[in-house]
């Protein structure tokens, strides 16, 4: 992960490009421990989270979901990036260049501004990776997207084109490519100059009707996705999918 701060706006940088940005349990240590300092530092007024090699992120990484690496982590992984971000008081910004896939698609519903390339491709796949929807995106997904279109991506799993992510409101721009790093940064930088009391106390009041809902969602997820993960179903998925073999691309659609 690479951090830097520019003008109020800590640019948080996804950097594993040779796996499409997939995310380990350290880089989740990581993300969650720069969030956590993000929140807590008075030189830190927004957040601007983005990938490197022209993808977002494809999401956990999922080897961490195989048995045997999953028992050496009593909690899951990502459960303290999850808690760093929602708990995080400061506007979020993403940038969404190529894949944006799993937790990779999951953190948009958290973020106060996303900006993704034409070619961004979005996509929830935990149906057909024998999961289901983590980080209380079955509560916020169908709040930003409405029921029917929530249900159709969550069930089927399909890529989302940018322009439609956008007409569906997940995405709030849409750019070329070589364009949409520089706004992120400006719309980032934007909210890091403005009145920082009030800047804070609108965003948290935005949020706050949904608070109790979100912890609900995210703790009924978990024990549902945790008992997912160690079935069969799941575990022969993971298997196929990490030695690549024909049936992947049921996946990967
Ligand atoms: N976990 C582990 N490894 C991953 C990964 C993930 N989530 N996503 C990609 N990778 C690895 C691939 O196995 C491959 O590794 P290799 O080069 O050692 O063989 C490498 O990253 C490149 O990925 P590849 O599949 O060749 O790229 P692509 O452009 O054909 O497809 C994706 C990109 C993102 C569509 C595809 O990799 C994919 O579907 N990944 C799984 C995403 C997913 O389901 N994540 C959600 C987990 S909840």
């Known amino acids: 992960m690479l951090l830097h701060l ?46 490197e090699g022209g993808n977002f992120s494809s999401g956990n990484d ?26 995080l008081r400061k506007p979020m910004v993403a940038c969404v260049c190529g894949h944006a896939v799993g937790i990779g698609a999951t953190v948009l519903l958290h973020c106060d501004y996303v900006v993704a ?12 990776l024998g999961l289901c929807p983590e980080f209380a995106s079955t509560l916020l997904l ?37 364009a949409v790093g520089e706004e992120a940064l400006l719309v980032a930088k934007c909210l890091a100059a403005k009145p920082r009391q009030a800047l804070m106390a609108t965003r948290g009041l935005v949020r706050e009707s949904t608070e109790a809902l979100v912890q609900d969602s995210l703790q009924r997820e978990t024990v549902a996705f945790d008992t997912l993960r160690q079935s069969p179903e799941a575990q022969e998925i993971f298997r196929r999918f990490l030695q690549r073999t024909p049936a992947t691309l049921a996946v990967r659609t």
Do not use: C
């Open 6 to 51: 520019e003008d109020g706006v800590l640019v948080v940088t996804i950097n594993r490009p040779a796996k499409k940005n997939a995310i380990t349990a350290q880089m989740y240590r990581a993300l969650a421990d720069a969030i956590t300092e993000a929140d807590r530092r008075d030189d830190v007024r927004a957040v601007l989270l983005q990938g």
């Open 117 to 128: 390339s034409d070619d961004a491709r979005i996509r929830f796949p935990f149906v057909d």
């Open 142 to 178: 169908q709040q930003v997207v409405g029921r029917n279109k929530a249900a159709e991506w969550l069930l089927l799993g399909a890529t989302i084109p940018a322009a439609e992510a956008h007409r569906a409101g997940l995405v709030n721009r849409v750019m070329p490519q070589q």
């Open 62 to 87: 999922i080897g961490l979901f195989v048995n045997a690496q999953a028992s050496e982590h009593k909690a899951s992984p990502a459960a303290p990036f999850l808690r760093a971000v929602i708990a």
